[in-house]
């Protein structure tokens, strides 16, 4: 059976973004893993069993990254799934995307991760070494742009 994960893409709004495209504002946040290859991601979790899809995407942003769901707001119609195999086995994981109400909170890490950035659409691109991570943060950027 595939492993189930689910996490948040989580962005912020500068709000001193003088360009007139208000999506020129927008940074994704990005954690680094503190064990393996120290690769860059959203927060994500397995999901524990009797806790549905969504709640644990919440759980484990609150855990890796010290926000909670009331600090968020969850972005309606987005919802995206990834399908790819972690040392032989089949993994899915489920993200949805939520905008941190406040852009000054302060993110709190856990030990699974050593670092984190905030980072435009470009540079998240390079720090997301994975092509469906990166083409993922684009769809997202894409669905955020429409929805100006």
Not at 25 to 54: A, F, N
Not at 107 to 132: M, N, P, T, V
Request: include cysteine; aromatic fraction near 10%; proline fraction near 4%.
């Amino acid at each position: 059976m595939a492993v189930r994960a689910c996490g948040l893409i989580i962005y912020r709004r500068l709000q001193s973004a003088p360009s007139s495209k208000v999506t020129d504002g927008i940074e994704y946040l990005l954690l680094q893993t503190s064990y393996g290859t120290h690769h860059w991601t959203p927060p994500k979790g397995h999901v524990d069993p009797g806790e549905d899809d969504l709640q644990t995407a919440f759980r484990e942003t609150q855990e890796e990254a010290g926000l909670r769901a009331s600090q968020l707001t969850l972005i309606e119609g987005y919802k995206k799934e990834l399908h790819y195999p972690v040392r032989g086995k089949p993994k899915t994981v489920i993200y949805w995307l939520a905008e941190m109400k406040d852009c000054n909170t302060e993110i709190k890490l856990s030990e699974e991760h050593q670092a984190f950035q905030w980072l435009k659409l470009e540079d998240a691109c390079k720090f997301a070494e994975y092509e469906d991570m990166q083409a993922t943060l684009k769809e997202v950027h894409q669905f955020l742009c429409s929805k100006e």
